[in-house]
């Protein structure tokens, strides 16, 4: 969908403001879907600065739109593909957000790189910041389920003890309830925290009317490796991928390859498109296959 230009030019403006703020507070640490225990939540003094420095950007941007549209409208028009892709679409996918920190910073890259993206945010959080939940769907991008509290379904990756059918069923809906709450948009695809799942845990899911997506390039990013060796492992995504990355204020190096990406599939004439389901099987994940494709925006 549009944003509203003049808006959104004032609105990166003032979430740099927000995000160099977050930086000085050093918040908690973001958790990797796949490796880490589930995030830690920020402390009231982060919240209590996003609430209270949010109305103030609003303000400063509508003056600014009056005054310069024209200009607005060059320099901060919606994201949307503007290279040939003519060589397909890819998925690049953000697990953990929103963040105080690291969503405002990821979602200014992103627009400045002219990239779309979609968002899998754990539900805890977008109750704790549903405002930027908000941003993240009005800069055009989806936010979808990341279940409400990061926990592993299975156990599998965390030693801990499968959750029960009930148990699952909380974690998804309340998450999806959560974002449809902050965005006014129903999430249609989950990620399940560290890719453990099972084929009751895709029934639930189902019967909750969200598909289940993995991934087929696993971008490292959580790692702590070096930008560079993040640019590389994003671009050996082919047409039809899912690349997972993670929207975390511990990991600064994904906001920082965000023009690197953006270059490397515009060179390959790919172009970062919206997940839609999908009947045929994308394989590749290490979990198994999932009903989910890159499509046009
Ligand atoms: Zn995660």
Redesign the pocket.
Known sequence: MDVKVGHAHGWVFGLAGLATFGLLVSTATVG??KAVPRPTRSGPSVTATARAIRPAARPASAGTVARRATHARAVSAPARPSASCRNGYVALTF??GPDPVSTPRLLAALRRAELRATFFDVGERVAEYPQLARQTVAYGTAVED?TWD?RSLTGASTSTPALTARQVIAELDRAKQAIASATGRRPQFVRS?YGDTSAAVQRLARELGLIEVGWTVDSNDYAGILTRQLVTNVLQVRAGGVVIMHDAARIPNTIAAVPAIAAGLRARSLCAGRLVPSRSDTPGWEHGTFHARPAAW
């Open positions: 990797h879907g697990d953990d990341h990061h925290p």
